[in-house]
């Protein structure tokens, strides 16, 4: 009984960011960037294209021109992921369509593209993040993901919406608008990157000290990270040091560098970025890479 009601709150939680999802990702579409003819590469960059060249709602498109991609992903996913995206599918061809009665609101083509971007990028996170897509090039994507798992899923947007940009720059046959829409897909690809993998702004940090205990005592109680005791030897000395490795958020570095200092002016100390950490407090290494 309970198991069942869990279930069916997380269904609805799901829904419910996939709904806030594709809105914001509509608004970005309807609002900014369709109504000024800039493509933001995908399929919904393809749908603004034929909308603006043949004629008929931009949402329209979107869902038809997906219905092929659907069947590749119900066979490549199954059932359960597709029927969850082509429920956010069928979300961005309704709210997109319903932005589109808006006028724009703005005509300035740098305005429209930095504002459409952000909320395109934003929404498409929002609904990769509870393992649904927005549909188009978001399911070929992730069927490359799991073949080339160390590409991240902004580099492979950002490939096929340049091919995309291209295309829109021959068909309009203007090459600022073409230019607009290129910044429009970097853009979308920092927010997506944000939003998708966080603001992974870890230090990595290795303490070389002769007060050891003094230090893992204050760090483990007054920033409450886990540290590691690594041992090696001077190269010059030959003698025995003990190393302390921690990984710590880019907030605590200040109180860290603080507590080394306190303790031993003399430590040796090494600092290095720390892109992406699994484990208590950071990403579930279990949950399949986005």
């Not at 798992?149 to 919406?161: L, N, R």
């Not at 429009?184 to 002769?210: P, T, W």
Request: aromatic share 12%; net charge positive.
């Amino acid at each position: 009984m309970y198991k069942e009601l869990d279930n069916i709150k997380r269904i609805i939680k799901k829904l419910l960011v996939i709904m806030l999802g594709t809105c914001i990702y509509s608004a970005g579409i309807g609002l900014f960037l369709d109504p000024n003819e800039l493509a933001p590469g995908g399929v919904v960059g393809l749908s603004v294209i034929a909308s603006h060249s043949i004629g008929g709602d931009t949402g329209t498109w979107y869902f038809f021109l997906n219905i092929p991609i659907i069947l590749f992903g119900w066979w490549k996913f199954g059932g359960k992921f597709i029927i969850v995206s082509f429920c956010a599918i069928s979300f961005n061809s309704i709210f997109t369509n319903i932005f589109g009665l808006f006028p724009a609101v703005t005509d300035n083509l740098l305005l429209a593209c930095i504002a459409g971007s952000l909320l395109v990028g934003t929404g498409i996170g929002l609904v990769l993040r509870v393992g649904a897509t927005t549909g188009g090039m978001d399911i070929i994507i992730k069927s490359l993901r799991r073949k080339y798992p160390s590409i991240k899923t902004s580099t492979f947007f950002m490939t096929i919406d340049i091919i995309i940009v291209a295309i829109s720059g021959f068909v309009f046959k203007d090459f600022n608008i073409a230019m607009y829409a290129f910044i429009s897909v970097v853009l979308n690809g920092q927010v997506l990157d944000y939003v998708l993998y966080g603001k992974d702004e870890a230090r990595m940090v290795y303490v070389v000290s002769d007060k050891i205990d003094e230090l893992l005592n204050r760090i483990l109680e007054e920033l409450e990270i886990g540290a590691t005791v690594l041992t090696g030897h001077g190269a010059y000395s030959r003698h025995e040091k003990n190393i302390i490795m921690c990984v710590i958020k880019k907030r605590g570095m200040p109180k860290l560098e603080e507590i080394v200092k306190q303790e031993d002016k003399r430590a040796f100390m090494i600092i290095t970025s720390a892109n992406e950490i699994y484990g208590e407090g950071y990403k579930n290494i279990m949950k399949e890479k986005l």
